[in-house]
Every structure is written in C-alpha cells, then in structure tokens.
C-alpha cells in the first residue's frame, strides 16, 4: 500500500484554491452521508445544503475537479465520492503520529473517524515516562525519545501536536527535523515552521471566544470601550503644554518634531485578552 511519504496530493498541482479545498472534506462527509444511505444522485442544491455552503460557489468548486454534473440528474454520488477522495489524497495511506497522550490525545486517538478516512494512528507519543508502554485505543504509548526512528519506520509525514504550549515548538521542531512536512497543531501556540512544512491549527478556546462575541451581539449588548488618552496639543513652535492639572510648565520639545500619536499607537476600541 503506497505511504504518504512517498505520494502527495494532487490538488496543488491542479492549482485549486486553497479556500475550495478547505470545503472539499465538507461535500465529501455530505456524499459520503448520502453514500451511506443509497442515495445515486444529488442536485448542487441539495448537496449545497447538506455541506452548508452556496450552490454556486458549490458548482464552481467542482469545476476545478473537472465535475460538472448532468442537467436535470445531477452528481453521481459515488462518482463524486472517489473524485474527492482522491484529490485530498486519500485513496492511499496516511501514517500519522500523535504527540502528547493527555486527555486531548488520548480523546484524538480513540477516534474513529481517523481509519475510514484513509488516516492510520501509527503511533502514540508522550514524554512522561510512567505512560511509556501503556496502552491508549489499543496502541502503546512510547517515549518521546524515540519519536524520530518511530517517524523514520513508519514513513510519516503527518505529525499531531496534542501537548501543552510549553512544549509544542520543541515537538514541532523534532518533527520536522524528522522529515514530517504536515502538522496538525491542538496546542494553544503560534508554531514556527520552515517553508514546505504545512500547518493546520485548531484551538477550541478561540473558537469559543468567537462564539461569544456573536452570542453577546445577539443579546444586544455593548462592549465596554477603552476610553481613548487625553488629547496632546501642539503648539506653534513645537512645544507641548503641560496638562491642564499638573500646574507646572512643559518642556519644550525639540524644534521640527511633532508629538502625536499616529494610526499605529491608537488605542483599539476592544483591547484583546
């Protein structure tokens, strides 16, 4: 069975945006739901719907696959199914590794999900020596200091960061160093990785804080702003009067230079957590 050392996926080659193959895994779960229930044809409607996005913007996502459906009949379900598949590379195997076995990892690795999408666990990977050997979804748990042969013997080239903040970029950065060159990063940070290294970050608390400030607008509450600093003005020859309460004389700036706040120094109307 071919790796995912050795086969990459053909959408960049294709030249399909980025933005279309981030809603592909979208139309794939909706055909694959359809699939699932014997369902032949869909119409760009239905599965627009079922996908949660636009039936243009559906047709022409899959003109990039060379899709156009039939007028009046529509997609061949199975036909779309093996055409996704293929464009996110996952008629092949995937060979992946899950690094930080708490109680996230060990959540993403009782996964279903991961094998009936083309996606093998081939390892599980945690630095505290007490989990070494223990077995988690029916995988043992090894040292972290084996991670780089445990890349190298299995062909991996997918990596999944589950460990605390503090660690991630060292994780990162064996990895990578390993010769994984796609990384799917749950750890709350920003990770820095060399050009041909992918990553994908998934942060649940961002998410939710999202879904806070739509919350708060449908409740129909304000946001406290942050009141903006007193005023400087500017005199005539270039000194900056005191302020109005502190009773003694300003100094005079130096001749030709203004003291202002220009757009970068302003306060934002939200200041961030």
């Not at 109680?103 to 690795?109: D, E, M, S, T």
């Not at 043992?140 to 903040?165: C, F, K, W, Y």
């Not at 946001?223 to 003694?248: K, N, Y």
Request: net charge negative; with cysteine; proline share 8%.
């Amino acid at each position: 069975m071919a790796t995912g050392r050795t086969h990459r996926p053909a959408t960049r080659s294709r030249g399909i945006p980025e933005a279309t193959v981030a809603r592909l895994p979208l139309y794939l779960r909706a055909l694959t739901g359809l699939s699932e229930r014997s369902v032949p044809t869909v119409s760009s409607e239905e599965l627009a719907a079922a996908a949660g996005v636009n039936s243009a913007k559906l047709r022409k996502d899959f003109s990039y696959l060379g899709s156009y459906g039939t007028r009046g009949v529509g997609y061949d379900v199975e036909y779309l199914v093996y055409q996704i598949s293929r464009e996110l590379g996952l008629t092949q195997d995937w060979p992946v590794v899950i690094v930080g076995i708490g109680n996230l990892g060990a959540a993403l690795a009782n996964y279903g999900g991961f094998a009936s999408r083309g996606f093998r666990v081939a390892a599980l990977i945690d630095a505290d020596p007490a989990m070494a050997g223990k077995p988690v979804a029916g995988i043992p748990v090894r040292h972290s200091d084996q991670l780089e042969a445990i890349v190298r013997d299995n062909g991996v080239s997918i990596g999944v960061i589950a460990t605390p903040a503090g660690a991630a970029q060292q994780v990162c950065d064996r990895l990578v160093a390993a010769g994984v060159t796609s990384i799917l990063n749950f750890a709350p940070t920003v990770l820095t990785v060399p050009d041909g290294v992918d990553v994908r970050k998934v942060d649940l608390s961002i998410e939710l804080q999202i879904l806070a400030f739509h919350e708060q607008r449908k409740a129909g509450e304000d946001v406290p702003e942050v009141p903006p600093p007193p005023p400087t003005t500017v005199a005539q020859d270039g000194a900056a009067p005191a302020a109005a309460d502190d009773g003694g004389a300003a100094a005079p700036a130096p001749a030709g230079r203004r003291d202002h706040k220009g757009p970068d120094d302003e306060l934002p109307a939200v200041m961030p957590a």
